[in-house]
């Protein structure tokens, strides 16, 4: 067993070093598990949260003496075509008209919200998903942005952060232009791989000239930051052709970059049964996949965020990671850390005074409950003080691999080693195995243990302590 110390110099080189990847400590712990986005997980979510339960939270944020910055999220579900492999909330149809009837309720539902919040809650990020929000055309997006700023605080000065997930088939120059001046300044392209016979087999045909036009064209309209999301583990792919993906993204010079764990689940999501299995890459050509994208990532510059995700380093991911202030909320990785999350549309999850809410996921069901002039909601979380205390170490060691103890003992007026004695008898295998080390008051992720950060926080995790089932998540790697 190696003896893992952390003075101040391996402190520095764990910073430098940003992740081992072990293959046999990777095997050893993967297993399923959460991704965080939220604390506790939506598997936690009850029907039990009413409509009044929501207005009560809307009411005593705005109450706060220093009222919270809003967030907005906006779900638009619908998609032209199908890619085998998504596992999101869409409606796939040709129809166009459909997005007209959506948006009428949509903005049924941002009038609805609006009332709950003061206007002095100004709103710092707002973000458009989907779905394929490019499905809108240029008349609903200049709607859709308008009715929000009827009914929300918005900044005007381009100093929020607006983003917007882009199908590169989706748009073009004009709907770029017209998506600038409705205020977005950062856009995500989906791009998960640049070779036409992987393409081909997920039913997502995008010339590479296509997604390089639009992230030019992006760019020369002032978007400020441009993100691309890839996918590994889809059929065909190898590490020689994705190798040939990471270089053209690389060219492209994207601020950010997610690349995501293909998890093929056909029971659950339909559209993969479409998928040939035996097209797909073993365990070990996937984990052979992963490694090679980090070292060429890194290597080409970018910072491992964690959880799939890679920014520059003057990226403000990167950044607020270093200086301990990164968070991570339903869209990902985030640094904004107070404020309130207002999600409107179907499926649309919310965070408001600290707790979680749904959207009905059902089309239809969305309409009738806005025709009947409700809030559209299905279910949620009202968090206990426990939930809230494991859900800042559970923040703390997925977005900055570190956990101060006694500042967090300080917060929470509590004793860390007695609240957490069961906790932290279970790390210490991970300890052994170099994922982590406790010394000084300070729990430190090491490089080999950054990968596997879910294991760790899945250890805080009370409901899963408590025996509540994991396997309906992604595995970890
Ligand atoms: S990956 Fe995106 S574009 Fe493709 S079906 Fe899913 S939501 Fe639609």
Known sequence: MENHTLTEQNHQDTMAQQIVFDVDLIKRYDRTGPRYTSYPTAA????????????????????????????????????????????CTKVVTKNHHRASEYLDYLCREIALQGQLFDSDRIVEQLHWGGGTPTFLDNDQIRKLT?????????????????????????????????????????????????????????????????????????????????????????????????????????????????????AHLPERFKPQRRINEATLPSADEKLALLQHTIEHLTGAGYVYIGMDHFAKPDDELAIAQENGSLHR?????????????????????????????????????YYALLDAGRLPLDRGIE???????????????????????????KKWNFNFHTHFRPELEDLQTMQADGLLLVEDEILQVLPAGRLLVRNICMVFDRYLRKGSDHSRFSRVI
């Not at 003496?65 to 999220?73: D, T």
């Not at 087999?201 to 064209?217: F, P």
């Not at 206990?384 to 006694?406: A, M, S, T, W, Y």
């Open 146 to 262: 308008d009715v929000t700023s009827r009914h929300f605080t918005l900044r005007t000065d381009d100093s929020g952060e607006h983003s917007i997930e882009i199908d590169p088939r989706s748009v073009d120059a004009d709907k770029l232009r017209v998506l600038r001046e409705a205020g977005f300044n950062r856009i995500s392209l989906g791009v998960q791989d640049v070779n036409p016979e992987v393409q081909k087999a997920v039913n997502r045909q995008q010339s590479l000239e296509l997604t390089q036009n639009v992230t030019e064209q992006a760019r020369r309209l002032g978007f400020k930051s441009v993100n691309m999301d890839l996918m590994y583990g889809l059929p065909y792919q190898t590490v020689a052709s994705f190798d040939r993906t990471l270089d053209s993204v690389i060219d492209m010079n994207p601020d950010r970059i997610a690349v995501y764990n293909y």
């Open 44 to 87: 936690q979510f009850h029907p039990g949260i009413s409509e009044d339960d929501y207005r009560k939270w809307a009411q005593h944020s705005n109450e706060d003496p220093i009222p919270r910055s809003l967030s907005l999220y906006f779900h638009i579900p619908f998609c032209d075509t199908v890619c085998y492999y998504c596992a």
């Open 329 to 365: 909320n339903f869209q990902g990785y985030s640094t904004h850390v107070d404020c309130d999350l207002v999600s409107m549309g179907m499926s649309a999850i919310g965070h408001v005074c600290d707790n979680y809410s749904q959207n009905v996921r059902d089309l239809d069901q």
């Open 383 to 409: 968090l206990e003080p426990d939930d809230l205390l494991r859900r800042d170490v559970i923040n703390h060691l997925i977005c900055n691999f570190v956990l101060d103890i006694k500042a967090l003992e």
